[in-house]
């Protein structure tokens, strides 16, 4: 008897270290930890940490965390360093395109898989696209282009636009535009606010209102949504001129914040916590159960990253290589609903949800208000295949 | 809108602006005026007064018990400073003042990035201040004008008192000349640690003034240091009627520049700013004849 | 008054050796902390010319690495230009800038400085952010290394490069030093200790200050140049006026108007702050507070409180 237990122990321990001689994979985590993204970067690490352990799998992985302080040449320097020092087998995170931008080639050399768990800047799955790099999150095209067609289906003729004047704003305000323009809408004004300087909207809402449009479409994100929501309530504009945007901009992070002035607002974004699925359900109410508070976009960013990477390492991949070339083959029905990588670009393809923030009881809340399913950017450039 | 309404709108937005730069750019020409230094960490004040604001009001469900007690707590704050820090270096010159400012800036952010963490928070206007009132033929949001009038009152209280009581001659002639003050028997050492109080708490209050308008964020403190700087600077350093000035002409030029040219206005300030130190270093309207 | 002493020597010698052994032992990581601490040693050292020794606190310096790095970049990446005389003009570049802005500046004293600089120093800073041509906030990338081949370099190889930076932070301090000892060097400490009395005796004082602004540019100059061939792809963030408060805060922690201070300044910095970062993201508070406390204890800064206790025990 005696022997036949410590058999089975020699055997557990020897189960043990088999286990985790082939779970040797090293993740290296870069994310804003300080800075203006800092509560972005924190919201994707639980997520991505939130997944590990739902799969049972947070010991076998190896994680090795880097701030990349929202600055692009800090991003590159500890990008090589997780790379070059800590040999980590695949990169996972990103929030800023800049930070993206400075990264790029480095990646696409060096040979080494990067999941992106934000970053939306549309070249880096357009003509800077790699088979290194895969997006899990969402362009900044697939998460504006949907909301043309749909305002001028809700019969909106002319709309205003306004955004923070850097690359991001400028990206996603060309992809609204376009798609606006192409259902037969008109853009009858357009401004770029200085990004990250005073925040006094009045006087661009002032402009706004004087072009008389039919509706404003806009994209901020931070502090500058809070700001820009509470402003555009406090001049009470909702009732001729309705507020639309980038889903970011009524983000459940900030909404509360925002309070009553967002009630009304829609939106466009590739997730919603309160989309009625099974699958959404289950994780919202698990994701509350460990953290004490609704996932936001950001926080399903960093889930599906891991998911998607273990996905790939199920599939029997080990190393660098193998897992770049495995991640593009992973799919399946997440909180956002389906999800699959777009192998002609690496990019995610993914429903984008059109929600209305609404009041329920003294909380706020997102209905969803319409769904364009399979969202699939083109490949602008991109030679993959 | 009528022509004449949008001009009317973008003339309030201005004053109003105006009126929060005059309240955070008051405080610190005042402390300039008197110890000579500048406290850059005046921005970081006014971050703390918009979040002790915001938590007093989750605390009271009351907006009017943060508007009296952040200014109150901001100025305690302002109070350990000058006798941990300010008042030990007074002998040490300006410039060395001016760098533990500056290392402040360092620490309040860190220490409200742990208190209240990195997320924006909002803070709802008083129910009497919501929504917006019809003047001057145009609507406009009811917290703004209330912010207009505050910034209105308390620039006249502050000339009354500089103007008109002892306390106010006291601090006059402390600008004018700190030595023959002292040597008139005016306690020196007293009117410095008031006035740099007194400083703290405005600055404490447009924090919490601003935070239902702009929401509390860290890196309000930073944003807002510059501008306001500025305002001192044009205005003349010392000098409250080149901080009523300086705020006005800062608060229109960004306002109207961001309605009128929009590409430009970011640089405009900068520019103004380049051609005052140039042509009139000493501020339009200097602090000592 | 600078004097090169032989304890700065010893220190300049130590820190550029200590750094040479650093990078050839340690990982390839530390190759990267050995770079920033030279790109923010050499900035930090160009600024002592101007604040430690001439008096003039200046908030353009990062502008100035900024200015040189797009310079540069833009030489280099949009005209096809060799990196030898991109750099060249890159640096010239910071130089001419820095001696108008230091024209202007000098003019004025004390806070009115540290304000023109401020607003020269964010001008260029939006200037830069808003143009498309220039990338914005997503920043240039594509920038290439000098090509030693022919020397038998391979500037691509991270300790070599390293080397190389190391090097370069050697021959600014030289240039520092040769100038701050000439005659030039004594103009300059005398504008500072007594203005009135260099008036009386002929001395254009403001030409003196617009000078040493210039130089200590050129110096700056050669940071962005590395900071730029280092990253091989720069963005705004590099003129922001916190960068420039930062280079000062480590001036001033090495110990300002010692030359080798801010040097050993930039070392015990970015050793410190990778250190801290491994228990907290809030290394920032530290960093304030060491700034108050070296101000505290009589803003002689670490070196300079080292020199203060050697002479004290020479007495």
């Known amino acids: 008897m005696k022997k036949y237990i410590s058999g089975l122990a020699v055997a557990a321990a020897l189960t043990t270290i088999s286990t985790a001689a082939l779970a040797e994979t090293t993740v290296g985590l870069l994310l804003p930890k300080s800075g203006v993204f800092a509560a972005l970067g924190n919201e994707i690490d639980d997520g991505f940490v939130f997944a590990l352990e739902e799969a049972g799998r947070a010991d076998d992985i190896k994680i090795v965390r880097e701030d990349t302080e929202v600055k692009p040449p800090v991003g590159l320097a500890k990008a090589r360093k997780l790379v070059l020092q800590d040999e980590v087998d695949v990169i996972v995170g990103v929030v800023s395109?800049?930070?993206?931008?400075?990264?790029?080639?480095?990646?696409?050399?060096?040979?080494?898989?990067?999941?992106?768990?934000?970053?939306?800047?549309?070249?880096?799955?357009?003509?800077?696209?790699?088979?290194?790099i895969t997006r899990v999150s969402f362009s900044n095209g697939q998460v504006n282009r949907p909301m043309g067609q749909w305002m001028h289906d809700q019969g909106i003729q002319k709309v205003y636009t306004l955004a923070s004047d850097y690359a991001a704003g400028h990206q996603m305000i060309d992809n609204f535009t376009a798609a606006f323009t192409?259902?037969?809408?008109?853009?009858?004004?357009?401004?770029?606010?200085?990004?990250?300087?005073?925040?006094?909207?009045?006087?661009?809402?002032?402009?706004?209102?004087?072009?008389?449009?039919?509706?404003?479409?806009?994209?901020?994100?931070?502090?500058?949504?809070?700001?820009?929501?509470?402003?555009?309530?406090?001049?009470?504009?909702?009732?001729?001129?309705?507020?639309?945007?980038?889903?970011?901009?009524?983000?459940?992070?900030?909404?509360?914040?925002?309070?009553?002035?967002?009630?009304?607002?829609?939106?466009?974004?590739?997730?919603?916590?309160?989309?009625?699925?099974?699958?959404?359900?289950?994780?919202?109410?698990?994701?509350?159960?460990?953290?004490?508070?609704?996932?936001?976009?950001?926080?399903?960013?960093?889930?599906?990253?891991?998911?998607?990477?273990?996905?790939?390492?199920?599939?029997?991949?080990?190393?660098?290589?193998?897992?770049?070339?495995?991640?593009?083959?992973?799919?399946?029905?997440?909180?956002?609903?389906?999800?699959?990588?777009?192998?002609?670009?690496n990019n995610v393809v993914q429903n984008i949800y059109i929600y209305e923030t609404v009041k329920d009881g003294d909380a706020l809340t997102q209905k969803v208000v319409g769904v364009v399913e399979g969202v699939r950017d083109a490949p602008n450039g991109c030679a993959l295949q | 809108m009528t022509d004449a309404g949008f001009w009317i709108l973008q003339f309030l937005n201005a004053l109003q602006y105006s009126m929060l730069l005059f309240l955070l750019s008051i405080g610190l020409t005042v402390i300039f005026g008197l110890l000579h230094f500048i406290n850059l960490a005046h921005g970081a004040l006014y971050m703390l007064g918009a979040y002790v604001g915001v938590s007093i009001a989750a605390a009271t469900g009351s907006y009017w018990a943060a508007f009296l007690l952040a200014p109150l707590a901001v100025m305690a704050i302002g109070a350990v400073l000058y006798f941990t820090l300010i008042d030990r270096l007074r002998q040490a010159g300006p410039m060395n003042q001016v760098l533990v400012t500056f290392g402040l800036i360092f620490v309040f952010l860190d220490a409200v990035r742990i208190g209240w963490g990195d997320i924006a928070l909002g803070l709802d206007a008083p129910k009497m201040f919501q929504g917006a009132s019809h003047i001057f033929g145009v609507d406009y949001p009811t917290y703004r004008l209330f912010i207009i009038a505050l910034g209105l009152v308390v620039m006249g209280v502050l000339m009354v008192i500089l103007n008109r009581t002892q306390i106010g001659a006291m601090i006059r002639a402390g600008v004018e000349n700190e030595h023959m003050a002292a040597a008139m028997g005016i306690n020196v050492g007293r009117l410095f640690f008031l006035v740099f109080c007194v400083g703290c708490a405005l600055a404490g209050l447009a924090g919490v003034v601003a935070a239902p308008v702009f929401s509390a964020t860290t890196g309000m403190g930073i944003s807002i240091l510059i501008p306001t700087l500025i305002v001192v600077v044009i205005g003349g350093l010392g000098s409250l009627q080149g901080a009523v000035v300086g705020a006005l002409i800062v608060g229109f030029l960004e306002t109207l520049g961001a309605a009128v040219l929009p590409g430009f206005a970011a640089i405009s300030v900068y520019l103004l700013l380049a051609a005052i130190l140039v042509l009139r270093p000493q501020g339009l309207i200097p602090a000592r004849g | 008054m600078f004097r090169q002493t032989p304890l700065r020597t010893f220190a300049l010698i130590a820190v550029l050796a200590g750094l040479a052994t650093y990078a050839a032992t340690g990982g390839y990581f530390a190759r990267e902390i050995v770079l920033e601490i030279t790109i923010l040693a050499i900035l930090a050292v160009s600024l002592d010319i101007v604040s430690g020794f001439g008096g003039m606190v200046s908030l353009f310096h990062g502008a100035l690495m900024g200015l040189s790095a797009y310079g540069y970049s833009v030489l280099t990446v949009k005209f096809g230009l060799p990196p030898l005389p991109a750099a060249v003009l890159g640096v010239a570049f910071a130089a001419v800038c820095g001696t108008i802005v230091g024209g202007i500046a000098s003019n004025t004293t004390g806070i009115f400085f540290i304000m023109t600089t401020l607003a020269f120093g964010q001008l260029a800073y939006t200037l830069v952010f808003q143009s498309r041509w220039l990338g914005g906030d997503d920043g240039m990338g594509g920038i290439p290394r000098f090509?030693?081949?022919?020397?038998?370099?391979?500037?691509?190889?991270?300790?070599?490069?390293?080397?190389?930076?190391?090097?370069?932070?050697?021959?600014?301090?030289?240039?520092?030093?040769?100038?701050?000892?000439?005659?030039?060097?004594?103009?300059?400490?005398?504008?500072?200790?007594?203005?009135?009395?260099?008036r009386a005796l002929g001395v254009t004082t403001w030409v003196v200050r617009m000078r040493g602004f210039g130089f200590s540019a050129l110096l700056a100059g050669v940071a962005g140049i590395i900071a730029a061939q280092h990253t091989q792809y720069i963005s705004p963030e590099l003129l922001f006026w916190t960068v420039s408060g930062e280079v000062l805060i480590v001036a001033i922690l090495g110990g300002s108007g010692t030359l080798i201070g801010p040097a050993i300044g930039a070392v015990v910095f970015v050793l410190l702050k990778h250190e801290i970062s491994n228990y907290t993201d809030h290394w920032h508070m530290f960093v304030g507070a060491a700034l108050i406390l070296t101000v505290l204890a009589g803003g002689r800064g670490i070196y300079g409180q080292l020199e203060h206790w050697l002479k004290r025990g020479d007495a």
């Open chain 1, 97 to 132: 395109s800049g930070v993206l931008g400075a990264m790029r080639d480095f990646i696409h050399e060096a040979e080494v898989p990067l999941i992106v768990s934000n970053a939306g800047n549309d070249a880096a799955t357009g003509a800077a696209c790699s088979p290194y």
């Open chain 1, 182 to 345: 192409e259902a037969g809408g008109e853009i009858i004004g357009s401004e770029y606010t200085p990004f990250g300087q005073t925040k006094d909207f009045g006087p661009y809402l002032t402009n706004a209102r004087a072009a008389n449009p039919d509706a404003i479409f806009v994209f901020y994100a931070g502090g500058e949504a809070i700001s820009f929501v509470k402003q555009y309530g406090s001049f009470g504009m909702a009732a001729d001129v309705p507020l639309f945007g980038s889903g970011f901009l009524t983000s459940p992070l900030y909404v509360a914040a925002e309070g009553d002035a967002a009630v009304g607002v829609k939106t466009s974004l590739h997730y919603v916590p309160t989309l009625d699925t099974p699958e959404n359900n289950a994780f919202v109410a698990a994701f509350k159960e460990r953290f004490g508070r609704t996932p936001s976009e950001y926080a399903v960013q960093g889930y599906d990253s891991a998911r998607v990477l273990l996905g790939a390492l199920d599939s029997g991949a080990t190393d660098r290589k193998s897992i770049a070339a495995a991640l593009p083959k992973v799919s399946y029905t997440g909180p956002r609903g389906p999800l699959e990588i777009d192998p002609a670009t």
């Open chain 3, 147 to 198: 090509d030693f081949k022919w020397l038998g370099i391979n500037m691509n190889d991270s300790l070599q490069f390293a080397i190389f930076a190391i090097l370069l932070l050697g021959l600014v301090y030289v240039a520092a030093a040769v100038l701050l000892r000439g005659a030039y060097g004594r103009t300059l400490s005398g504008v500072h200790a007594n203005e009135d009395r260099m």
